[in-house]
């Protein structure tokens, strides 16, 4: 294999293999939460009840047996049927992945502007008293849960000022409040990253050459700084997207939005384990689709072999 390609299918490869052992790590942490039968039934039901409500759901099988049939089911893509819902789960992910696919539809390229915007800006003003103030403002912004922040948001935007809608998912407006503060936090740690990137990249020495011959500051700055400074942000961004999961998460139960991280919630809160199942394996199979577009992109703004490939012979 080309050494230019090894790593991306190094990174495919891996994060399959991650998310098979998420998988399983999920089966077994959620034989250990409880009996199901004991959430999902009501609080009158008798044993008999209970026991068939276990045999229904194949819940009465040893483990082995259990894990054994759900990896097979997952691997030939069966989700099985909600135990909470009584329905198929890979009908209810499906109403409501567009939520959470919206939500990041508008977040995410706001999050990768301001990135961007906020990284150059600091990093080609280092030194400067206003880069280091913004710098600290924004180290110290990360201490604040997320939250809190969204609170206090909904509280100024939508109940004080009336600006934007507080919660829900009828209109496109009801999803600014929510993505400008999951882009807002995207770009802050994407900026930072950048400006540590330029700014260690301002001290080589291919840089202090170029400007020795005479290069001028944007043409430096174009040929030497962004393209090595735009693979590592492409790939970071590329992992934020799955940290970005995390965030929707947040997002989505304070503005009470339909989407798939609230979703894992209430299965996990209903012991629905192929629910949660299908939660977790199409938002890791999503991240993987991003990442092997990332590292694809990454590798053709960088062409130099990965870490650990060996140069072809001259």
Request: hydrophobic letters at 60%; aromatic letters at 6%; a positive charge.
């Amino acid at each position: 294999m080309n050494p230019r390609w090894r790593p991306v299918a190094v990174n495919l490869a891996s994060g399959a293999a991650a998310l098979f052992a998420a998988v399983v790590a999920l089966i077994l942490a959620m034989d250990l939460l409880g009996d199901p039968a004991a959430f999902q039934l009501p609080m009158e039901s008798d044993e008999a009840a209970r026991a068939a409500f276990r045999a229904e759901h194949g819940l009465d099988q040893p483990l082995s047996v259990r894990l054994a049939a759900r990896v097979t089911a997952l691997a030939q893509g069966r989700f099985g049927e909600s135990q909470w819902l009584r329905r198929p789960a890979a009908a209810v992910v499906a109403e409501h992945l567009p939520a959470t696919v919206a939500l990041a539809a508008l977040a995410v390229p706001g999050g990768l502007a301001g990135g961007v915007i906020i990284g150059l800006a600091l990093g080609l003003s280092a030194g400067r008293r206003w880069a280091a103030r913004l710098r600290a403002a924004m180290l110290a912004g990360f201490a604040v849960p997320g939250f809190v922040v969204a609170i206090v948001a909904i509280q100024l935007v939508a109940v004080e000022w009336r600006l934007l809608p507080a919660s829900g998912f009828d209109t496109w407006t009801a999803l600014i409040l929510p993505a400008g503060l999951l882009a807002a936090g995207f770009a802050m740690r994407l900026g930072l990253l950048l400006q540590d990137r330029l700014t260690a990249l301002t001290g080589q020495p291919f840089v202090r050459f170029a400007r020795a011959k005479g290069l001028s500051h944007a043409l430096v700055l174009r040929r030497h700084l962004l393209r090595p400074a735009a693979g590592l942000a492409l790939g970071y961004a590329s992992l934020q997207l799955g940290y970005l999961l995390g965030g929707a998460l947040v997002m989505e139960s304070v503005f009470a939005i339909p989407g798939l991280g609230r979703l894992a919630v209430l299965a996990l809160a209903n012991r629905d384990l192929p629910l949660l199942q299908a939660c977790l394996v199409v938002a890791g199979s999503c991240f993987l689709a991003v990442r092997l577009v990332a590292d694809l992109l990454h590798a053709a703004l960088d062409p130099r072999p990965g870490l650990g490939a060996v140069a072809p012979a001259r």
